[in-house]
Structure formats: C-alpha cells, structure tokens
C-alpha cells in the first residue's frame, strides 16, 4: 500500500467512500468567463461525458484478485459481481484466484488474451505481478489496480484502494478523545502481519495520533495473522501481561473475533476496544453496546465496487459523475470512517462477513 500522503486530494461521496482526487466546483468553473456574449462563455462542466446508469457501450471488464481466505477478500469479489450485474452493458470476466502470483499472472494473461476492455486487479503480490500491468496496459487494455499497488504507475490507468495510515490515525485518534479527561492513560495494540507494510502503516498511524493525547501510553503491542485462531491466542498473551490498560486497537475484524474469545474467557471488561475493516459482526456488536468492543474503522470491501464503476467508464470513454475533469482520477484513497453506536446503522448494509 502506498503511503497516503502521496494522494494530494480527496473528495468524500456517500457513506465515506471517495469518488476523486480532484473537487473542482462548478460556480468556479462557470465564474471564469468574462463576455456578456452567450457565444464566448465557456461550455458547461456538466457537457462533459460522465458514467451514470444508463445503458451505454458494451463493456467486458476482467478481474482478478488472490484467493478468497478471508473474509475482507471475500466481500472483495461479492462487491466486484454485484456490482457488475447492476449493469446491463457489462460483462464481468472474473478469475478463480489465487495467492500464487506465477497462477495469479497466468490467469490475468488469460484474461489479456481474451482481449477484455479494461482490467481490474486485486494482486496477490503487487511487486511480484507489476510486470503483467505493465504488459496489460501497453496491449491497450486499460488496468485498474485495487488496493495493493504495483511497482509504478505505468503498470496502471487508475488506482483504488483504502487508507492504512489513516485506520490507524483515525483509531487513535477515536481512542485519544474517549480517554482523553484520564490520567496516565493505558493502550495496546493486538497487530496484523508485521512483514506487512499496510501493518506498518497502521501502526504509524496509530503511533502518530497518540503522540496528540500526552496522557496516554502505550504499553504493549502483538502482532497476530489475521486469522481468528491468532487473535484469540495473541489477546490472551496480552490480556495475562497487562493487568490494566484502558484501551485496545485491533487492526483487523477477523482477528478480532478471536480476540473478544479471549477477552470473554479471561472475564475482561475494563477498556474499550476498537477493531478495524468493518465486519458484519463487529458492526452487530457495536450495535447490541453490551461488550467492549466500542467503534471499528472501515477498510471498505466497497472499493472493488467503485474498482467496477470507474472500469465501465474508462471502457465506455467517460468521466466520474461529479467531477469536472473529462477523465477518470490516476490514483484514488477511501476514507477510514470510524463506525461506532452513533452511525452503525448507516453502515450495516456494507458489513462483511
């Protein structure tokens, strides 16, 4: 994942996800003509061709992601097919997937072979598979890269994808205001994979928001896998090493069902908890508020649908809805919204499982 400062824009749609990186307003646009003469005004930003519903150009849209081993990954694919079928002129070319990048690329030159109108990729590996973007896009097919980016931006048309950085910034952050009126304040970290970079991301983001909160420290940090079975037993280490803490910041919903097993069996509810990419069952037990899991921040599956909407446009030679530019943005960021009582019911419909 890149880092999200190399995103100078960003420009929020419903529920929190971002259209753009680009927000130009259409008065500013409209206030540049200096004739009274109808014949000299500038042309209307809305003239420009944007993607909208209507049935346009056919387009075949071919995708393929890693293998579906999680339930994040899961939601990923049920997201791209869902939202292709919403769509009368597309046809959705959807691989098997795997998180073997030697099977990943065959399946992706299958696809290029297929001559498909654009591509969507979700790599395993986004390193090990830039050289097949590369030969994607000199063949003419256009390539939107989800979420795990390749090597350069030549591999690629436009990139989606969430926010590491900001998860944590906006867990720590959630979590500095809840415990801000306490002194000596105590918070741990339960991790995700540490040769991860996105793990990285969002502990630097998390390191970072807490550095605004003095009356806070933190005194621990494990890192797990991402699977329910290593959150379970790595909360346990941490739960028998802290007798007091007033906080925790789990980077991922999956692990953090293991984890609130931990939490039950040791018969812990001293702190708040807050976990991370937006499950079905953390938004549920934010919204039952009988446990200590109090707010989660989104890494939304959503991404591969919008990945769909913006590969119907570049196939059909269109602009975003909303934006002025007559192209599609290079590089796109989600926002991490923290989801907690107050807006769970919003975002319900989005929870994965």
């Known amino acids: 994942m890149p880092e999200p400062t190399s ?32 014949k000299d005004e500038e042309p209307a930003a809305d003239s420009r061709p944007a993607a909208d519903d209507k049935p346009g150009k056919r387009v075949t849209i071919g995708f393929a992601g890693p293998q579906a ?26 691989t098997e997937g795997s998180n073997d990048t030697a099977q990943q690329i065959g399946q992706i030159e299958t696809l290029i072979n297929k001559k498909v109108d654009v591509l969507v990729v979700l790599p395993a590996d986004g390193k090990a598979l830039t050289q097949v973007g590369l030969k994607a896009m000199r063949a003419g097919i256009p390539v939107v890269n989800l979420d795990r980016i390749f090597n350069t931006p030549q591999a690629y048309r436009c990139w989606i994808g969430g926010d590491n950085y ?3 910034l906006n867990a720590g952050h ?14 741990i970290e339960l991790a995700g994979l540490d040769n991860l970079e996105l793990t990285q991301q969002r502990t ?25 079975e290593s959150g379970q037993a790595k909360m346990a280490q941490l739960l028998q090493a802290q007798p007091r803490f007033d906080a925790l910041w789990n980077h991922d919903d999956d692990q953090g069902v293991g984890a609130l097993r931990a939490v039950e069996q040791a018969g812990r509810d001293d702190f708040l908890m807050v976990g991370g990419a937006g499950a079905l069952s ?11 899991l109090k707010a989660t921040v989104l890494y939304p599956p959503t991404m591969a649908a919008s990945a769909i909407d913006l590969a119907r446009a570049l196939g059909q030679g269109k602009g975003v809805g909303g934006l002025a530019e007559y192209e599609i943005p290079a590089s796109i960021t989600l926002y ?18």
């Open 7 to 38: 995103f100078t824009s960003r420009l929020t749609s419903r529920r929190g996800l971002l259209l753009g990186t680009a927000a130009v307003s259409t008065g500013a646009l409209l206030a540049g003509c200096t004739s009274n003469d109808p």
């Open 69 to 94: 081993d999680h339930g994040w990954l899961n939601a990923i694919n049920d997201n791209a097919e869902k939202r292709a079928k919403k769509y009368s002129d597309v046809t959705l070319e959807i």
């Open 166 to 168: 900001g998860m944590g």
């Open 174 to 187: 959630y979590i500095g205001e809840r415990l801000k009126g306490k002194s000596d304040a105590r918070v």
């Open 204 to 228: 630097q983001g998390f390191d970072d928001a807490l550095k605004n909160y003095p009356n806070i420290k933190k005194v621990a940090r494990q890192a797990a896998e991402f699977t329910v």
């Open 282 to 292: 953390a938004f549920q037990a934010i919204k039952k508020d009988d446990g200590v």
């Open 336 to 353: 991490s919204a923290v989801v907690d009582k107050s807006n769970v019911d919003q975002y319900m419909p989005t929870g994965f499982r």
